[in-house]
């Protein structure tokens, strides 16, 4: 069956500018997660939603960041006036359950100019 | 706040030879403990699990023995392969009502033939 699949895969953008990335995630998986990964560091934990509800942003960085999941399916991470040091991987994982086993896609690099 | 400590590498090690990567942790209550993999070129893949005290997760030859007296979850393999070349990052599930994952810095493993 298909994996987690992230677009685009790759997005270069200029500072200020608003970008969205998108997060398809395993049929059937109620639990989405939203992690960013910088160059040579660990994913870091942004957003997770149980089914469309956010069940515990507190990884989002400031107000400029904003993640919804309106259908409890697909999830689509926004990001307002991009910075320069928003550049990273941004990388999308789903589970059945909540505390199940968790499925990255390919991940989402983001550069901004 | 829960957190995840890994030992810096890069590590090298020719064919055949033992590995061990460390890692400690630091939680509150009882956490889940993860290995994961990131082959290049392919996105994060569990490799191996604990969810209690003195278990052991084993897959493809890693084992990994959770050890609450010494909050270490150390990944170890008796004879590595070329083809086990990748980064590797441990991490812990708090035992809170949360699904997030908090993750190591990543060690890199190169094996040469």
Known sequence: GAGVSQTPSNKVTEKGKYVELRCDPISGHTALYWYRQSLGQGPEFLIYFQGTGAADDSGLPNDRFFAVRPEGSVSTLKIQRTERGDSAVYLCASSFLEYNEQFFGPGTRLTVL | ?113
């Open chain 2, 1 to 113: 706040g829960n957190s995840v400590t890994q030992m810096e590498g890069p590590v090298t090690l020719s064919e055949e030879a033992f590995l061990t990567i460390n890692c400690t942790y630091t939680a509150t209550g009882y956490p889940s403990l993860f290995w994961y993999v990131q082959y290049p070129g392919e996105g994060l893949q569990l490799l191996l699990k604990a969810t209690k005290a003195d278990d052991k997760g084993s897959n493809k030859g890693f084992e990994a023995t959770y050890r609450k007296e010494t909050t270490s979850f150390h990944l170890e393999k008796g004879s590595v392969q070329v083809s086990d070349s990748a980064v590797y990052f441990c991490a812990l599930h708090g035992s809170g009502n949360t699904g997030k994952l908090i993750f190591g810095q990543g060690t890199t493993l190169q094996v040469k033939p």
